[in-house]
Nanobody, 115 residues
Framework: QVQLEESGGGLVQPGGSLRLSCAAS????????MGWYRQAPGKQRELVAT???????VYADSVKGRFTISRDNAKSTVYLQMNSLKAEDTAVYYC?????????WGQGTQVTVSS
């Protein structure tokens, strides 16, 4: 099993920045990729960004150029730097780690973009 601890959410004005962190513990040796998803009220959970152990990244079109995902393998931590935030980025953000065919989700952290 893998345990995930997320942090960094909060309230920010449009155009502002936030940095999310997700630290993994437990069976971390088997982790292949880590990533962030989000779910806005009344909408399905969607991919934001993922990163593999080797550093290959994938971004949703809606966040390209504004969000950056990074990973510290030594700390088993994945980060999401979010810049130029928009109201439509408001959602609960979830960390996810993949271990082969298995995956684990964090508890979620709220990000609210509002003036």
């Amino acid at each position: 099993q893998v345990q995930l601890e997320e942090s960094g959410g909060g309230l920010v004005q449009p155009g502002g920045s936030l940095r999310l962190s997700c630290a993994a513990s437990g069976s971390i040796f088997s982790i292949t990729s880590m990533g962030w998803y989000r779910q806005a009220p009344g909408k399905q959970r969607e991919l934001v960004a993922t990163i593999t152990t080797g550093g290959t990244t994938v971004y949703a079109d809606s966040v390209k150029g504004r969000f950056t995902i990074s990973r510290d393998n030594a700390k088993s931590t994945v980060y999401l730097q979010m810049n130029s935030l928009k109201a439509e980025d408001t959602a609960v953000y979830y960390c996810r780690v993949n271990r082969g065919l298995l995956s684990n989700w964090g508890q979620g952290t709220q990000v609210t973009v509002s003036s």
